[in-house]
């Protein structure tokens, strides 16, 4: 179980300071050491990412779980401050075209099997700073550093119905409002164009529009 150290970093990331003071650190390795890698995938300007930082203790101050017992299921208790867990992600430039580090890594390392992680957006959403920072991050630890295990996509919903399939300047200037070092990783899809592929469904079932997202 990881938390992270919250401290009112909602209005003041830029400003925040740690709570944790003089607390031992160690390396977040865990969720690769199974793995056996031999080497993480380079980035921006050559650079590999090392692991995440980490308390290996939460401090008494920390609130008490609401919900579960670190006791009773023998867990540790770890923690992460924001800026451990995300400081490494800050100053990447926002030209980075991430699809290509990714590509790159596919072909250095040849896997028999690649899961995809599929992240949901829309047109007109507003990506804010922590957006950016753990897409990032998850682009950096599942793709990267893994040698590739993993592959990670935008599926991205066009709100104003078949403008998109329009033409290809159509569809540029959707992919436009996502932020640039991501674009490459975006596939356009609209509501207009499921009904395209599966005309035979009922539009509604359950609720909610068949041909649309699911919401729960």
């Known amino acids: ?42 980035g921006p300007n050559g650079k590999t990412f090392p692991h995440q930082r980490y308390y290996i203790e939460t401090p008494s101050t920390h609130p008490f779980p609401q919900l579960g017992s670190y006791e009773l299921f023998n867990f540790s208790k770890p923690c992460m401050s924001y800026h451990q867990r995300y400081d490494p992600y800050m100053d990447i430039p926002a030209n980075t075209d991430w699809s290509w580090y990714l590509s790159q890594c596919f072909k250095t390392h040849k896997q028999q099997s690649r899961s995809v992680l599929v992240m949901r957006a829309w047109q007109g959403y507003n990506w ?3 957006d950016i920072l753990n897409l990032r991050a998850l682009i ?23 403008a998109f399939l329009a033409s290809e300047k159509e569809a540029e200037k959707v992919i436009q409002t996502v932020p640039e070092e991501f674009r490459g990783l975006v596939h356009l899809w609209s509501e207009h164009e499921m009904h395209g592929y599966y005309p035979g469904l009922n539009s509604v079932f359950g609720g909610n ?7 729960q």
């Not at 009112?8 to 300071?17: E, F, L, S, V, Y």
């Not at 590739?148 to 919903?157: S, V």
Request: overall charge negative; hydrophobic content about 40%; glycine content about 6%.
């Open 128 to 130: 804010h700073k922590d």
């Open 140 to 162: 950096v630890e599942l793709g990267l550093n893994t040698g590739g295990l993993y592959d990670i996509k935008i599926l991205l919903e066009v709100k104003d119905g078949s």
């Open 209 to 215: 529009v068949i041909h649309g997202y699911i919401s």
């Open 1 to 42: 179980m990881l938390y992270f150290l919250a401290a009112d970093i909602a209005n003041n990331r830029d400003d925040w300071k740690p709570l944790v003071r003089n607390h031992k650190e160690a390396v977040f390795s865990q969720p690769y050491d199974h793995l056996k890698l031999n080497n993480a995938c380079p």
